[in-house]
């Protein structure tokens, strides 16, 4: 059973419930939305407001229904608009950015299309079947709707939250968090700010948030505060089993034309450009190092150095190497004599 939150989305459930047909018991319709009765007659109050023609009846089997007949105008899209709508949904499920199961976004999309005009809906019919992708399907746990949606609230009011967060370690604790701000990057929602209890500025992945509240109080948000940058520059700090300084003998600009905030540490020094790389393994660090293509030195640890001088060997070898596994003949070229020459 889906429960609605907020009460809009509630009064526009109730009429979504309503539009199937028939008649719904007060009972059966304040269940659903998981209100109480009195809430559930205001909101049929809202929709008769609006001039939606709602009957109630009375008595035990009374309840509410629509008037016989009735039925909402018609989605009223362009061509243009409703490719976006349908696209956007693939899109944002697809890249994980769209906090919704594969059947609500299709169920979204189905909804959309039963309610334009015949020909436009054969037409985008055959456009999601046509379609193909060349990146593939993000597949990273998606945050809970309800979460992402208290966060960006409390993040617009300027007001706390209490969290329930799961570490990559897999405690779990209750966070008071000031929200500065929400970023997805890389199939994944982000939101940054203040950590009441450690006191600094955390960044923390949606999809580890069980729980997300308004608690009350306000807070200002720094004025130079960057939500984005904080979160790339968080990334790039956080723990790897391989860890690098590099002083690289270039332009910083040229860097970050290669490597993301979210990837390396970059600092300008009098001596070149200062690059503190986090991995998973050495034979990744020093093929970045031979990519950036520039000159270099290594200040540690020794495990990279180890690793450059291997990768120079392997390449060096298969740049020696025909095909068929023979060796190039690298030799220096015997002069020729020429005709008259002594010898």
């Not at 693939?90 to 594969?102: F, K, N, P, S």
């Not at 969290?163 to 604790?173: E, L, P």
């Not at 979160?231 to 790039?236: E, I, K």
Request: net charge neutral; with cysteine.
């Amino acid at each position: 059973m889906r429960v609605v939150t907020r009460p809009t989305a509630r009064v526009l459930a109730l009429l979504e419930l309503l539009q199937s047909g028939g008649i719904h018991t007060v009972t059966s319709l304040a269940t659903r939305l998981g209100v109480d009765e009195r809430t559930l007659r205001r909101y049929a109050q809202h929709l008769t407001d609006l001039g939606i023609p709602i009957e109630s009846r009375r008595g035990r089997y009374g309840g509410y229904q629509l008037a016989p007949g009735y039925k909402l105008p018609p989605l009223m899209l362009t061509d243009e608009e409703a490719v976006a709508v349908v696209l956007g949904l693939v899109a944002g499920r697809r890249t994980g950015l769209v906090a919704a199961t594969e059947a609500a976004a299709d169920s979204a999309s189905a909804k959309v299309r039963r309610v334009l005009p015949v020909e436009l809906a054969r037409r985008l019919d055959a456009l999601q079947s046509a379609a193909d992708f060349t990146s593939p399907e993000w597949s990273a746990t998606p945050p809970g709707t309800a979460q992402l949606l208290v966060l960006a609230d409390a993040a617009r009011r300027h007001q706390p939250v209490e969290i329930t967060y799961t570490s990559w370690r897999g405690g779990v604790s209750e966070r008071r968090v000031e929200p500065y701000g929400l970023v997805f990057h890389s199939g994944r929602w982000y939101v940054t700010g203040l950590d009441s209890r450690r006191g600094e500025v955390r960044t923390f992945r949606l999809d580890r948030v069980a729980s997300a509240a308004l608690v009350p109080g306000t807070f200002a948000v720094p004025a130079d505060f960057d939500p984005i940058a904080r979160v790339l520059s968080g990334l790039a700090d956080v723990r790897y089993p391989c860890e690098a300084s590099v002083l690289l003998h270039t332009t910083v600009e040229d860097v970050r034309t290669k490597l993301p905030a979210s990837v390396a540490t970059v600092t300008e020094t009098p001596d070149g450009v200062r690059v503190l790389l986090r991995g998973n393994s050495w034979v990744w660090a020093a093929a970045v190092l031979a990519w950036l293509g520039c000159t270099f030195e290594i200040e540690y640890p020794d495990e990279l150095r180890t690793e450059v001088v291997g990768l120079a060997e392997r390449l060096t070898r298969c740049a020696s190497t025909e095909p068929g596994g023979q060796p190039v003949e690298r030799g220096l070229d015997t002069p020729t004599v020429a005709a008259g020459e002594a010898e």
